[in-house]
């Protein structure tokens, strides 16, 4: 598996989630990215608009699948509010803001609640 190549991950609930996971992570990470030269509104309209281009870049040209997608820009989407908004309500200020980690227990739930989807989806 290459970095960056659409895959659907079938019959890896735990590598899915983790996938996700990740997602949401980025999502924070890019809006950081931004915010050394924004403002945080203006940053997260760039980050939301940065990660869209990534993922249709993916479905027109690596073959990526519609709903793959639409499920990578919601947890990258998620990232990137949920951190936006950390920031906005001054839940993390100064130096933090470049840090964020409290989206790691949310990469957890992800990948626990994949898990258990794909568990359940076996059992007859």
Not at 2 to 20: I, K
Not at 31 to 58: I, K, M, N, P, Y
Request: proline content about 5%; charged content about 10%; some cysteine.
């Amino acid at each position: 598996m290459r970095l960056l190549e659409p895959v659907t991950f079938t019959d890896q609930p735990y590598v899915a989630g983790l996938n996700q996971g990740a997602h949401a992570v980025a999502g924070a990470a890019v809006l950081c990215a931004f915010l050394l030269v924004f403002h945080v509104r203006d940053a997260l309209c760039l980050a939301l608009v940065s990660t869209r281009g990534l993922e249709l870049w993916q479905l027109r040209s690596r073959g990526a699948f519609l709903w793959d997608m639409l499920l990578d820009l919601f947890f990258w989407n998620l990232g990137s509010l949920c951190w936006a908004w950390a920031v906005i309500w001054a839940f993390v200020t100064g130096p933090a803001i470049f840090f964020p980690l409290w989206l790691t227990p949310i990469m957890g739930a992800v990948m626990a609640v994949f898990t258990l989807f794909k568990r359940a989806s076996k059992e007859p």
